[in-house]
């Protein structure tokens, strides 16, 4: 379908080769493709030994979902000198594992194919198993990332682990590194609307996009002065419907000045074809958006805004104890239970009824 999307899209998107260059998974992602291809998933279990436990077979399932992946995208990768066609790989549980178990469970999943991107969640422990990771070569993609301080503990981390590769005599030159802001979760955080009542200030969906711009443009700065080759990669992108019922999308209307990855849902997708087809293309920033004094006047009264915005203003401890962290790993969990529960049920009556995540 690549090529038919790209030509539907504004040229922008378009005019280059590769520009739909990956692909991405976590828990929820592999459940739901699990149970909606359940035929499919009941025959490869039936081929494991009936004697493994079902942790175990859910796990298997999990990395024979990564490995179709990773083959289907290989020959771009190959193609592309291994600069495209890379999928990115979530530990499953790592928002509740140390250290050690993050390196050992990331070790496994870049083993699974060579255009594998390790995908390590922005914890405390998460950044010291980035640090190991990029040590052994692998390439990363730190998601659950929602704040300034997020982002420079894994810039410190990448630039770490890059060097004691290069004492180890370990090649990175085709490794690849991203950091994931979760920029649409940022905003719908129910604690931020909290805080703002709580100091009877009235929060709008204006507001809430503002305060997203500001802490990807303040993200965007840190990656400049650190000059790695690590990129800022927009996911969780939502689309706005104004007054007069017309559709817009902040996340990619006032973004791109600087270098910007986005990850693509179906419905992003269908948004920018939709408006291609009506004569009006979207289109990155060319320039950066400057936001409004008086709104980040009445953002840093809150204290959820400021803890995004601010490097350091939250300790590398309370990580993962974000709001938008804890909302994020809830959904990464529900979509392993579901897998697990399907695994358990394989052999029986179908799974029915068990919901689906919402669109992130």
Not at 139 to 157: D, G, I, P
Not at 188 to 198: D, K, L, S, Y
Request: glycine share 6%.
């Amino acid at each position: 379908m690549s090529d038919y999307i790209a030509h539907l899209f504004p040229e922008v998107f378009s005019r280059q080769a590769g520009d739909i260059s990956g692909a991405t998974t976590n828990p929820s992602l592999i459940s739901r493709t699990v149970l909606e291809n359940s035929a499919k998933w009941r025959d490869y279990l039936a081929s494991l030994s009936l004697s493994l436990p079902s942790a175990e077979k859910a796990r298997r399932v999990y990395d024979q979902a990564i490995v179709e992946g990773a083959n289907v995208l290989y020959p771009s990768w190959v193609g592309s000198a291994r600069r495209h066609g890379w999928l990115s790989a979530q530990i499953d549980g790592g928002e509740r594992m140390g250290e050690g178990m993050l390196v050992a469970r990331g070790l496994q999943l870049a083993s699974l194919a060579p255009n594998v991107m390790v995908k390590v969640p922005g914890s405390e422990q998460g950044y010291r198993a980035i640090e190991q990771l990029v040590a052994e070569g692998c390439s990363v993609n730190n998601t659950f990332c929602f704040t300034v301080s997020q982002v420079a503990a894994c810039l410190k981390a990448i630039h770490n682990g890059r060097l004691r590769a290069q004492v180890q005599g370990v090649n990175t030159d085709h490794a690849r590194y991203v950091i994931s802001f979760m920029i649409g979760r940022l905003g719908a955080e129910p604690e931020f609307e909290g805080q703002a009542r709580q100091r009877r200030l009235h929060l709008t969906a204006a507001d809430r996009r503002w305060a997203e711009l500001a802490v990807y443009q303040a993200m965007q700065a840190l990656l400049r002065r650190w000059q790695t080759p690590a990129r800022l990669l927009l996911c969780s992108l939502k689309i706005d419907t104004d007054v007069r019922g017309r559709e817009h999308c902040w996340h990619l209307q006032r973004t791109g000045a600087d270098a910007t990855l986005y990850t693509m849902t179906p419905q992003i997708l269908e948004f920018l074809i939709r408006r291609q087809q009506q004569g009006q293309p979207i289109v990155p920033a060319r320039d950066w958006v400057q936001v409004p004094k008086r709104v980040l006047n009445r953002l840093m009264a809150i204290p959820y805004f400021n803890q995004a915005y601010f490097e350091g203003d939250l300790a590398p401890s309370e990580f993962s104890r974000h709001p938008a962290f804890i909302t994020a790993s809830r959904d990464a969990r529900d979509g392993q239970e579901r897998l697990l529960a399907f695994v358990k049920n394989a052999h029986g009556a179908p799974v029915n009824g068990m919901p689906m995540e919402r669109a992130s």
